[in-house]
């Protein structure tokens, strides 16, 4: 079955700092999405990206598809402690109707 | 954010109760879904619901029985647990479950705890 890997699973940064964590499929994929989960919150959803090669960005956060559709990145720049939290990507096959979660990339931010 | 809720947000029950989780969304939507989240686990789809149909039912133990009476509600209900089904159960809607390009909007979850 298809099977989404993120890695890092955990960072630690200085405030201030980037951070970037990758997202890997093991199938093409139709599209995929990014959420963030606050500590004992739930996950809230942020972007999705449909397009080969597709960049958007949300203030300092940028989202990339990449070019064969298997691959997906979030990077922030400078960090904030408000950046903290577990980042998830998810994404659908190509002809399938599940999104795939995968198992996130939990950011702390050291003030 | 209160587009979907969830409740109880905190249940402590031993082994051999009985107790029920509740969903609601007030988003208009056609698709509800149960996940599972453990610690250091992924997200763990457990069902799908899509107008009010189950369509997607992932190897779940029979501990577990979801119901879905209508396309607002959506419960899951518990028996007999086992300690390692501690975890928070999160509840989930979408517009479209087959459709690709719709986003999912998740409760505040359940944080369950079977002693």
């Known amino acids: 079955g298809q099977q989404v890997m993120q890695i890092p699973q955990y960072q630690h940064v200085q405030e201030g700092e980037d951070f970037t964590t990758y997202c890997n499929s093991s199938?093409?994929?139709?599209?995929i999405q990014w959420y963030k989960q606050r500590p004992g919150g739930h996950p809230v959803f942020l972007i999705q990206l449909v397009k080969s090669g597709e960049v958007k960005k949300q203030k300092r956060l940028t989202f990339q598809f990449g070019e064969a559709k298997k691959n997906s990145s979030l990077h922030i720049t400078a960090t904030q402690t408000t950046d903290v939290g577990t980042y998830f990507c998810?994404?659908?096959?190509?002809?399938?109707?599940?999104?795939?979660f995968g198992e996130g990339t939990q950011l702390t931010v050291n003030p | 954010e209160t587009g979907v809720t969830q409740t109880p947000r905190h249940l402590v029950m031993g082994m051999t109760n009985k107790k029920s989780l509740k969903c609601e969304q007030h988003l208009g939507h056609n698709a509800m879904y149960w996940y599972k989240q453990s610690a250091k686990k992924p997200l763990e789809l457990m069902f799908v619901y899509s107008l009010e149909e189950r369509v997607e039912n992932n190897s779940v133990p029979s501990r577990f029985s979801p119901e879905c009476p209508n396309s607002s509600h959506l419960f899951l209900h518990l028996h007999t647990l086992q300690p390692e089904d501690s975890a928070l159960y999160l509840c989930?809607?979408?517009?479209?479950?087959?459709?690709?390009?719709?986003?999912?909007?998740f409760g505040p979850g359940t944080r369950l705890t079977v002693t």
């Open positions: 199938t093409t994929l139709s599209n």
């Open positions: 998810a994404g659908r096959q190509v002809g399938g109707s599940r999104l795939t």
């Open positions: 989930a809607s979408s517009q479209v479950f087959s459709a690709t390009y719709y986003e999912q909007y």
